[in-house]
Nanobody, 113 residues
């Protein structure tokens, strides 16, 4: 499996927005549905959203209507636009396929006032 590098996290107030980016190797990006996962402190990693090769998207109930996943095929990059952020969105966010073999470092998102 190739490299996956997440970026764009940070500290935001409740109700704020962030856009996360995931730079993927071409071999991964071209052949797979891409997804975002997150892991709050002390909790299990969970699936957040995915986007298929044809652009079909899916979302966890907890983020539907607030988050938008997209992909740029020319840049081999997956994005997660996060709006109306809540404290419970605080987590380390990871990108991967739907069949993860390994994990990158992720990017920290902290929602706090």
């Amino acid at each position: 499996q190739g490299q996956l590098v997440e970026s764009g996290g940070g500290l935001v107030q409740p109700g704020g927005s962030l856009r996360l980016s995931c730079a993927a190797s071409g071999s991964i990006f071209r052949m797979n549905t891409m997804a975002w996962y997150r892991q709050p402190p002390g909790k299990q990693r969970e699936w957040v959203a995915s986007i298929g090769l044809g652009g079909i998207t899916a979302y966890a109930d907890s983020v539907r209507g607030r988050f938008t996943i997209s992909r740029d095929n020319d840049e081999n990059t997956v994005y997660l636009q996060m709006n109306s952020l809540k404290p419970e969105d605080t987590a380390v966010y990871y990108c991967n396929t739907l069949r993860p073999r390994s994990w990158g470092q992720g990017t920290q998102v902290t929602v706090s006032s």
